[in-house]
């Protein structure tokens, strides 16, 4: 564990005012050897300079100045949650009505909020490794969710599709050096839970900057489920049915409260495996939420759950009993997280960091939730794919919370993480990524575009295809006929009138930066599918426009009072 010598321990503010005037010398003394210790770990001349201001006013006799000051150079703790699959509007504060999220929403109300806030990526693995390298994802070799089985890398690809997907690197390199990496150089100590799904073996957590590791592996869903045992070779078992995500809830709280206590600055990155597939949740919870479909008149639902659109049917009304049950979990294991801060005495001293890797699954896999007014959801596209709930809690700044539209994506998290603990940034390393540590004082950043490449066909419906979003307008084009659709987020969210013949002055030019772009970063393209048959898929596409059935029959299921599951509800162990 990299860590300097002994941690500051600066005498609270009510202790100090409440000393009587005989005892000033003795504090006075106690306050000048804990700044010269910070000034000793600081590495920043402008923080250098602050303090030894500080000491000089003490030596004068202002007894005031150098509790600010000591307060001022305490290096902030960080809690990064990312969750797996949620959709910006599953959560309350952004509008469901069925899902609940007391917990989050409390966070969001005391965070700014970016409206425009981003993934690097509609998939999850190309966001996750954004985040930790600060690197847009084509830059790192990333750009696909890494399959063990490699069965969506080019020599692999089973699928009828027009184009072969680009090839991807299967891990982030060591060579990046992540932000856990940055921050534990100067002395934080790192945590890590949940998902990694950036390598296996010597490419886990711990080989990548984070002391501790629960549950980190190369899994992209958890492989014994939401419900002990976990079978997972980085976590042990609880007892059978206990609930994954308000373990790893648990483990990054006992975390934070034994770094508390030894008063240790730390960096918890708590990574939910939740609420990607499969869908589960325990039986109580999914009583909760029938009831509550039932009360809210949802179970007498009688147009399609699923609309088709281009590739794939889409998911129109969120109503799914047993996701909702997901949502309490993951919501209730925040909460352990969050109210661990308090109890340990570090809330004020702690950002708080709330993010998704990509849209809900409104389409492929579980089919459980709606993005609804963003078209889309993960694998896709269109702002449901790609636009987050993206909240930094930054106690003392953004406590009266508030929102903003300055463009954010994963990149910039990194940037934005060094410049609020006050050190020097990395910009070689998150060269993709700029600090909102101005924004969230209320300050401005230059206008910038924003890109994407993702040169695959997402298990969801989603196709090959770059963005750039420039303000309000986006530009998406797409690899296999080199068309572009160009979008005006201002007027139309929901991506419907297609205005690049309208204006194709602006479509060009954008086209052509992001042409430029791509060869910048290096970006790998898709090929031509040598088995590619054009007649076979035009015909698949057509009988999945005409509905499903068998899958409208069986969501409908999950909304009945006497469901339950094939084998058994998962938080039991059945006879």
Known sequence: MDQDSADLKPAPRNEA?????????????????????????????????SVLIGLIA?????????????????????????????????LGIEGSAFYETPHIDALAKRSLRFERGYSACQVCSPSRAAIQSGKTPARVGITDFIA?????????????????????????????????????????VTFFAGKWHLGADGFTPTEQGYDE?????????????????????????????????????RETADFIKRKAAAEESFFAMLSFYSVH????????????????????????????????????EVRQVQDHPIYAGMMAALDDAVGLVLDQLEASGVAENTVVIFTSDNGGVSSGDGYATACLPMRGGKGRQWEGGIRQPYYIAWPGVTDKGGTTETLATGMDFYPTMLEVAGLDLLPEQHVDGVSLAPVLRGESIPDRPLFWHYPHYGNQGGEPSAIMMEGDWKLIYYYEDQRS?????????????????????????????????????????PS????????????????????????????AGFMKADYRPRNGWWDRVED
């Open 17 to 49: 005012e409440a000393m009587p005037g005989p005892a000033r010398p003795r504090t006075e003394r106690r306050l000048i050897l804990v700044l010269a210790v910070v000034m000793e770990r600081l590495d920043s001349m402008k923080r250098r300079s």
């Open 58 to 90: 003490l030596g004068m006799g202002f007894s005031a100045m150098p509790l600010a000051l000591a307060q001022e150079t305490a290096r902030p703790n960080f809690v990064f949650i990312l969750v797996d699959d949620l959709g910006k509007e599953d």
């Open 148 to 188: 063990q089985s490699r069965g969506n890398q080019p020599e692999k690809w089973g699928r009828n599709t027009k184009l072969l997907p680009a090839k991807y690197a299967p891990q982030l390199e060591l060579e990046e050096v992540t932000i856990a990496e940055a921050l534990k150089q100067h002395g934080y």
């Open 213 to 249: 590791n629960q549950g980190g592996y190369h899994y992209g869903t958890p492989p014994g489920g939401y419900h002990s045992p976990y079978k997972n070779p980085k976590l042990s078992d609880d007892e059978p049915g206990a609930e994954l995500p308000i373990r790893l809830g």
């Open 277 to 312: 597939g499969p869908i589960q949740c325990s039986e109580n919870r999914f009583k909760k939420f029938q009831a509550k479909a039932e009360k809210m008149g949802l179970t007498k639902r009688t147009e399609p759950r699923f609309l088709f659109d281009r590739t794939q």
């Open 485 to 525: 659709e160009l979008y005006d987020l201002s007027r139309d969210l929901g991506e419907q009138n297609d205005v690049a013949s309208a204006q194709p002055v602006r479509a060009v030019r954008m086209r052509d930066a992001l042409k430029d772009w791509l060869e910048e970063v290096g970006a790998v393209m």
């Open 528 to 555: 031509e599918n040598p088995k590619h048959d054009a007649e076979k898929l035009a015909a698949q596409r057509a009988r999945q426009a005409t509905g499903n059935p068998v899958r409208e029959k069986q969501h």
